[in-house]
């Protein structure tokens, strides 16, 4: 009755309890690779199914270049900073005037991001090189940048942190010299 | 239980009031020192065995009980100044003092126990003339206190008047005297000078007259001076024209019996008896002053004067009122201090039945090189014992105290309740500290040399600090009670933020003291010898301790306000010494000194000296000092006020030292009387420039260095047309800058000047109150000249803005705070009458304060003004520590830009620190270390193991 292949193809002998070594054993399928000790079937010997190639084949159909679509990734980098001027605006709109951490923060934050991102000028130019717009780009992402900054120090001067008026500079007015000598008092 | 509820609730009580005055804080950086003045008159408190006190009262009016054991202040009762709280007289009963006070206008009786008032009654009015205790059966029930024209008898128990006598013929006999022998009657004695003596007798229980004659003695003038009464009534009088002993027994009083003398070129007489007891008669012996050393012991026997004994103390420590109040119950003994060399004195006791010496009561004791000579001397004997006591009062008001075998107990410098200036002077820096700024100090020679002085004085810093830690590891060992950092003049070395400074203090006396800072310790005194008793004094400080290896150097200018005459004290502020540099002799009265701010070769500031007929010499006067004064003379003016004459002057100093009168201005003496004059500190730093407005922009102070508050008072005291001037001059050109008056305004004003305000405090005869003025001047919102500073170019006229607030209190004194940089806020320490001293921040006496707060005012943090000016409990910067009739208030700043050293001197002298901006450069004194410092080893041991822990974990991963 008991039948070898009714068995699902594992042959193993009765009565040998589940810890003892089987006598030997037949793996029919090789996807199931739960015995310990053969790693390295599981990782080098791998059998692909049919049609299956390990090198790429080269795809002819992204070769061709859509203009169009670099513009408009580009146009997308060089308009960024100025897409974010209105909401910088609402930010500040919302932070306020006094001076505390957060809305200090969130100057910071305005003034240090177009400064970073004028400082990565290059990197940016080398992405937009493939532009057939590359200079007019560039240029408006400058202005973008230069806009955000602008909007940083007009912050700051809403929040009176620039040095502006003559009283910021009163600390550093040495007390004048004195060009006489003079003493007395009361006759003694 | 409702006991222990009650318990409960005083311990909360008590806890909540020990937070509230920063227990932990008293006496930390302040201390109080409690004087009573010149003694007048002095008791030992005798009448019970174990009693340790002596009784004093002052001319400072003021009544206290010392602690014989120690020299504290017991208790003390101060009495208003002048002569409204004059002591007259003092007598000792038992456990009451009964005071005169005030030219006999109220009897006093206090407690000596506790120094409670018994009884207090308001005599009548009149000049008071003498005062003795009347006893009965030996008992003192009563005492009678003599006036020009009545004699009234009070009871001893509760002061009530038994009875009040006219005097017959008070407008032609001078009543002087008062005696009362203990037989039920009272003799008042009276002269008439050049002619006769009047003797009146009372009786004791109602007044009576029982007695009245008048006796010839044409050549009597005064009877204190020369008259005492001996034995059973009997009157002696000494008579200098003719050398001659005149005796009167007032029971009889038939006439005076003259009695020659037999001494040959005397030229005082002065009569002293002896009095043991109230109740009983005096004896019969008494005391004959024959020169200002010569002293005889003289005994009345029976109509006969036999002398028992001649002496000679060396110095004169004799006087009147002493013999009185001497001698001790029935051991009667006398004594006679002795200088017998420099500066060590003895004293012996005497009996004076017999004029013996008594056995083993030689006392040597050492005087103060640097004190006074001994003036007077008070003694207790107690009947059973061998030892005594002697108190000892020298000249420059000291008090001894000496036990027995010649050991000084204590010693109080009662000269330092009456201080008249002040300075205070940064302590050396300690040697090795020297030793490197030395390094600097001295001319450069090449550059090995530097090198080496630079390793050496780094091998002696080295050095030292081995030591300093020897030392700690060698003190850690011994008990903690054993190692006391008194400080003493050879380990005076400033501080790390030189919050300790050496005080020098010159006081009426004409002693002078240095006083460490830091504990209130007297480290040096001197006494000058000579001063008249009204000189003026100016201290000065010539170089300061910056200058190693030049001593610091303070001058003192004393003139003698009769004279004109002045003479120059330099000493060391330090130590005390005189300094080898010899002063000038000034021949001239000097009218003023200046002190300019450039120095000699040796840093010595030059000192400037100006005669009456407006010469100036210079100290010190080199070659190099004249040199240099030929260059800045044009730059050189000076100003002098003459108060009785009205008259402001301004003078210009010329290259030959003479000097040219350039402006002058007059106010009519008739009208208003300069009281005085107040130019800036200068050592007044100030930081800022201006002052930042609501929209930013800045309002620039007008800070003229040479600018001078002159108050005047009208002669007029009238309360509708009385007031109170206030003119701001420039100093150099003598231009006004601005004038106010106030009207119906009384002073005495009390007035700060400093930066660029001026405040002032007067009365307000109007509206009966204290009112304070504030003046401030700005230039404008630009500066005219933002460089150089010269009031000869200034055409601007500074704006002027002025406020005006009522203050609840009458003020003593005033002064406003100092601080190195002027960084931190001001304050004005303003003296109470009350003896406290408040912390009055200037921000509330500033005339920007708006009447309405405004957008732009609350920017400024201007305060809403407000006419009232309140204290606040918290600004007392003395706490509890009265103290009383507070005459000034020395400010100076510390190393710390935050600390404000005060010192406030009056009766009493008191050192505290001042932050008037908080202690923003310090950490404050309950700053954990512990924690932090914990905080951050645990953090730092934290990482340590995590990196480690991070180490491995990554390590393992790499393995697996």
Redesign the interface.
């Known amino acids: 009755m008991a039948s070898p292949g009714g068995q699902g193809g594992v042959l193993s002998t009765r009565g040998g309890g589940a810890t003892r070594r089987m006598k030997w054993a037949l793996e029919l399928s090789l996807g199931n690779t739960r015995g310990r000790g053969d790693r390295q079937g599981a990782q080098g010997d791998v059998v692909y199914p049919i049609g299956y190639s390990e090198k790429p084949v080269p795809d002819t159909s992204i070769q061709e270049t859509d203009k169009n679509l670099v513009e408009k990734r580009c146009w997308d980098v060089a308009l960024g900073p100025l897409k974010q001027i209105p909401m910088n605006l609402f930010i500040m709109y919302m932070s306020g005037n006094t001076i505390s951490i957060f809305p200090i923060m969130m100057v910071c934050m305005m003034a240090w991001r177009p400064i970073q991102a004028l400082m990565s000028m290059s990197a940016t130019f080398k992405l937009l090189e493939s532009s057939s717009q590359q200079w007019l780009q560039g240029l408006v992402y400058l202005v973008g940048n230069l806009l955000g900054s602008a909007l940083a120090v007009y912050k700051c001067q809403s929040m009176g942190l620039l040095p502006t008026h003559s009283s910021d500079w009163l600390a550093f007015i040495e007390p004048p010299q004195r060009m006489e000598i003079m003493g007395g008092g009361m006759v003694l | 239980m409702a006991k222990l509820i009650l318990l409960l609730l005083k311990c909360i009580l008590f806890c909540g009031t020990v937070y509230a005055v920063f227990e932990d804080q008293v006496g930390k950086f302040d201390w109080r020192q409690q004087y009573v003045g010149k003694v007048r008159f002095c008791h030992f408190d005798g009448h019970m065995q174990s009693s340790k006190k002596v009784l004093l009262a002052t001319e400072s009016n003021v009544f206290a009980a010392l602690n014989t054991r120690t020299g504290e202040v017991l208790w003390r009762h101060v009495d208003k100044t002048g002569p409204e709280g004059n002591i007259d007289a003092f007598l000792q009963n038992g456990q009451d003092s009964v005071l005169v006070v005030g030219n006999g206008r109220v009897l006093r009786s206090w407690e000596t126990n506790i120094g409670g008032l018994n009884w207090e009654v308001v005599l009548d009015s009149g000049s008071f003339q003498s005062t003795c205790l009347v006893g009965q059966q030996g008992t003192v029930k009563n005492v009678a206190v003599l006036k020009k024209t009545a004699i009234s008898l009070h009871y001893l128990s509760n002061g009530h008047q038994k009875w009040i006598e006219n005097l017959p013929d008070s407008d032609t006999v001078d009543y002087q005297t008062v005696y009362s022998g203990g037989n039920g009657e009272v003799y008042v004695l009276g002269v008439v000078p050049h002619s006769h003596i009047a003797v009146v007798a009372f009786s004791v229980d109602d007044g009576e007259i029982l007695k009245q004659s008048s006796v010839e003695a044409p050549w009597l003038s005064s009877i204190p001076e020369s008259c005492q009464i001996v034995d059973q009534e009997m009157l002696i009088c000494v008579d200098s024209t003719t050398m001659s002993l005149y005796t009167l027994d007032l029971t009889l009083q038939l006439q005076m019996n003259q009695i020659p003398l037999q001494v040959k070129n005397v030229y005082i007489f002065l009569l002293c008896g002896i009095t043991p007891n109230p109740a009983k008669q005096p004896l019969s012996e008494f005391f004959l002053q024959l020169g200002p050393d010569r002293y005889v012991l003289l005994q009345f026997n029976s109509g006969q004067i036999v002398m028992l004994r001649d002496f000679k103390p060396v110095c004169n420590a004799f006087s009147k009122q002493h013999f009185s109040i001497l001698t001790f119950r029935l051991q009667n003994v006398c004594y006679s201090p002795r200088l017998q060399y420099f500066n060590a004195s003895t004293i012996n006791l005497y009996n004076a039945e017999t004029g013996r010496r008594l056995l083993d009561t030689t006392l040597i004791f050492t005087m103060d090189p640097n004190g006074g000579k001994p003036e007077r001397v008070t003694f207790l004997k107690k009947d059973d014992s061998v030892g005594y006591r002697v108190m000892v009062q020298t000249k420059d008001h000291a008090l001894t105290f000496i036990q027995q075998p010649g050991r000084v107990l204590w010693t109080r410098e009662e000269a330092l309740s009456d201080v008249l200036t002040m300075e205070m002077v940064d302590l050396p820096l300690t040697g090795t500290q020297a030793e490197l700024e030395g390094e600097f100090g001295k001319k450069t020679d090449g550059l090995m040399s530097m090198v080496f002085k630079r390793l050496s004085s780094q091998l002696i810093l080295l050095q030292a600090w081995i030591a300093h830690l020897w030392k700690l590891f060698y003190d850690a060992r011994k008990p903690r009670s054993q190692v006391k950092s008194d400080i003493s003049m050879e380990n005076l070395s400033r501080d790390e933020f030189n919050l300790q400074k050496m005080m020098v203090m010159v006081t009426a006396s004409g002693k002078l003291f240095g006083i460490d800072s830091k504990t209130g310790g007297i480290l040096w005194k001197h006494y000058l010898e000579n001063i008249p008793s009204n000189a003026?004094f100016?201290l000065m400080v010539q170089r300061t301790t910056a200058h190693f290896p030049h001593p610091p150097q303070c001058t003192l200018?004393i003139?003698d306000?009769d004279t004109g005459l002045?003479s120059l004290h330099v000493f060391n502020p330090i130590f005390g010494k005189m300094s080898h540099v010899t002063p000038p002799a000034l021949p001239q009265p000097?009218?003023?000194?200046?002190?300019?701010?450039f120095m000699d070769q040796d840093y010595a500031k030059v000192l400037?000296l100006?005669d009456d007929q407006y010469k100036v010499s210079a100290f010190p006067s080199t070659k190099y000092v004249l040199q240099q004064l030929q260059e800045?003379a044009p730059?050189?003016?000076?100003?002098?006020?003459?108060?009785s004459q009205g008259r402001l002057s301004g003078y210009r100093l010329r290259t030959d030292l003479s000097t040219e009168q350039i402006w002058e201005v007059i106010l009519p003496t008739e009208i208003q009387k300069?009281v005085?004059?107040k130019?800036k500190r200068p050592n007044e730093?100030?930081h800022?420039?201006?002052r930042?407005?609501g929209d930013?922009?800045?309002l620039y102070k007008y800070?003229n260095?040479?600018l001078l508050a002159v108050v005047t008072e009208s002669t007029d005291l009238h309360q509708e047309r009385s007031f109170v001037g206030i003119m701001l001059i420039d100093?150099?050109t003598g231009r006004i800058i601005h004038e106010a008056v106030q009207r119906k305004a009384r002073g005495p004003v009390h007035v700060v000047h400093s930066e660029n305000w001026v405040v002032y405090e007067y009365w307000s005869t109007k509206s009966r109150r204290n009112e304070f003025s504030v003046i401030e001047l700005y230039e404008g919102m630009e500066?005219y000249?933002?460089?150089?500073?010269?009031?000869?170019d200034r055409p601007l006229v500074p704006q002027v803005l002025q406020q005006s607030y009522i203050f609840p209190s009458s003020i003593s004194t005033m002064e406003a705070t100092l601080t190195e940089k002027g960084i931190t806020s001001r304050h004005l320490l303003i003296g109470l009458p009350s003896g406290g001293i408040v912390s009055l921040p200037k921000m509330f006496l500033d005339p920007r304060r708006p009447e309405m707060a405004s957008e732009q005012s609350r920017e400024e943090n201007l305060i809403p003004y407000a006419p009232e000016l309140m204290i606040r409990t918290e600004w007392f910067i003395n706490y509890n520590q009265t103290i009383s009739r507070v005459r000034g208030i020395y400010t100076a700043p510390s190393g710390l830009e935050s600390t404000c050293l005060v010192v406030a001197y009056g009766l009493d002298i008191y050192h505290t620190r001042v932050y008037p901006s908080k202690q923003f450069d310090v950490l404050k004194d309950d700053y954990d270390y512990m924690l932090i410092s914990s905080v951050l080893l645990a953090l730092f041991f934290a990482t340590m193991i995590s990196k480690r822990l991070a180490e491995v974990k990554l390590l393992n991963r790499a393995w697996r």
Do not use: C, E, Y
């Open positions: 003026g100016k200018l003139k306000k002045a000097i009218l003023q000194s200046l002190m300019l701010p400037l100006i800045m730059t050189i003016f000076f100003f002098l006020v003459d108060s300069i005085s004059v130019g730093h100030v800022s420039q201006g930042v407005m930013r922009s800045v800070l260095p040479n100093g150099v500066l000249n933002s460089t150089a500073f010269s009031s000869l």
